[in-house]
């Protein structure tokens, strides 16, 4: 993202979804940037590939971005928007505390997983653009918040330690699977999914201190 342009994604774009056809040549884009991302890495994909892998011309690129930063943000807010998994209380009518933090660690990781390749470029992207940095910081935030709220209502019922700090405490738990998801999913450190699953469940539990409804 060289040009810094990444919180600047949507503007360009708000003409072209007026139509079915706009919309379609702007997916078709962005799944040929996650390609091009994959195959090159951040830094060296071009917006030229990028418009010959989604069949455009090199300049309609423009009418739909306004750079290869702008293009990698929406890449970004997709795949971050898959792995935010809301609603997963409703989703799945799981209630207790334990299982629902086994469901929604098993979902965090699926999607990890199967977007790994993509999540190493996301690394690679961290460390060379600072705009980026703040932009997965500030998901990041969003991401600890939702869980602090969980943890707040735990409290609140009794259920969890009311010693914690739910903010700091989701912070670190939701780092610790995110941190653990990098090194077995794109590092490739050997450990079984469900193992994984497993452990980092009960960590999440032993953390808070669960106790019995």
């Known amino acids: 993202m060289e ?3 990444v919180a600047n994604n949507a503007e360009p774009s708000r003409v072209v979804r007026r139509t079915k056809r706009g919309e379609q040549t702007r997916a078709a884009l962005i799944a040929a940037a996650r390609e091009v991302f994959e195959r090159d890495g951040y830094l060296d994909a071009r917006i030229a590939d990028i418009s010959k892998t989604a069949g455009a011309a090199s300049g309609s690129f423009y009418t739909y971005f306004e750079s290869k930063d702008d293009v990698f943000a929406a890449l970004v807010e997709q795949v971050q928007q898959e792995m935010l998994h809301p609603h997963i209380r409703k989703r799945t009518g799981v209630t207790d505390p334990r299982d629902l933090i086994e469901a929604a660690n098993r979902e965090y990781l699926l999607t990890y997983k199967r977007n790994a390749r993509l999540m190493a470029v996301f690394e690679e992207a961290n460390l060379t653009n600072a705009e980026f940095r703040r932009i997965r910081l500030e998901r990041a935030k969003e ?35 995110s941190r653990m ?33």
């Open 181 to 213: 998801a990098n090194l077995v999913f794109v590092q490739n450190q050997r450990i079984g999914f469900e193992r994984l699953v497993t452990t980092l469940t009960q960590l999440w539990i032993n953390a808070l201190q669960l106790k019995s409804e």
């Open 143 to 177: 991401f600890a918040q939702r869980n602090a709220k969980m943890i707040r209502e735990l409290q609140e019922s009794g259920q969890a330690s009311a010693e914690l700090d739910p903010l700091v405490t989701a912070l670190a738990l939701s780092t610790m699977v």
């Open 3 to 5: 040009s810094g342009n």
